[in-house]
Nanobody, 118 residues
Framework: QVQLVESGGGLVQPGGSLRLSCAAS????????MGWHRQAPGKQRELVAR???????NYADSVKGRFTISRDGAENTVYLQMNSLKPEDTAVYYC????????????WGQGTQVTVSS
């Protein structure tokens, strides 16, 4: 079972940037997709960015143009570059792994807190 460990969260002012990392315990290139999700207090977890096996990506409308997901296959790491952060981006961010097509995100990290506040 793959283990995922997120890092890089913290407190940042509106308009600032952060880069989150997700280190996996095994090769990520074989997974159907890897995704960054977030959950704010009182809200459901939402998928914000996803990268597929062939390196295509998609994003939630709320982060499109501001967030970029990427991966380093050699390092088994997925990144989320977050720019122009807004207070509404405040949430716990989770990395998830989807092993096969339509299998769903079955593997999760512990999450990392991102707080956007002045």
């Amino acid at each position: 079972q793959v283990q995922l460990v997120e890092s890089g969260g913290g407190l940042v002012q509106p308009g600032g940037s952060l880069r989150l990392s997700c280190a996996a315990s095994e090769s990520i290139v074989s997974f159907y997709s890897m995704g960054w999700h977030r959950q704010a207090p009182g809200k459901q977890r939402e998928l914000v960015a996803r990268i597929f096996r062939g390196c295509s990506t998609n994003y939630a409308d709320s982060v499109k143009g501001r967030f970029t997901i990427s991966r380093d296959g050699a390092e088994n790491t997925v990144y989320l570059q977050m720019n122009s952060l807004k207070p509404e981006d405040t949430a716990v961010y989770y990395c998830g792994a989807e092993r096969y097509f339509l299998s769903g995100f079955k593997f999760w990290g512990q999450g990392t807190q991102v707080t956007v506040s002045s």
